[in-house]
């Protein structure tokens, strides 16, 4: 098993700055993935910023050139930081991973979700 926990997130001002960080720890072989997505309420959840099994990274249209994904692998962890807020960006944000462990094959996992709004 991956457990993936997440901290960061909470209230900010519109074009404010917030930044999340994800760890992932348990019996882990390989990391493939791993990034984040958000839901909003009433919404699908939808990719935020990822890197992929081959080391590139994706983004949302829609945060482009405000967010920026970034990893340590030595400790198997993601962050996101996000600047320029919009009220849009209100979420709870999840973090993803797809992991091999030495007991099982490449399976996704998922955080708890952090909440981040975005409000005067």
């Known amino acids: 098993q991956v457990q993936l926990v997440e901290s960061g997130g909470g209230l900010v001002q519109p074009g404010g700055s917030l930044g999340l960080s994800c760890a992932a720890s348990g019996s882990i072989f390989s990391i493939n993935a791993m990034g984040w997505y958000r839901q909003a309420p009433g919404k699908q959840r939808e990719l935020v910023a990822a890197?992929?099994?081959?080391?590139?990274?994706n983004y949302a249209d829609s945060v482009k050139g405000r967010f920026t994904v970034s990893r340590d692998n030595a400790k198997n962890t993601v962050y996101l930081q996000m600047n320029s807020l919009k009220p849009e960006d209100t979420a709870v944000y999840y973090c993803?991973?797809?992991?091999?462990?030495?007991?099982?094959?490449?399976?996704?996992?998922w955080g708890q979700g952090t909440q981040v709004t975005v409000s005067s």
């Open positions: 890197f992929t099994s081959g080391g590139t990274t």
């Open positions: 993803h991973a797809n992991a091999g462990t030495y007991y099982s094959g490449d399976v996704d996992y």
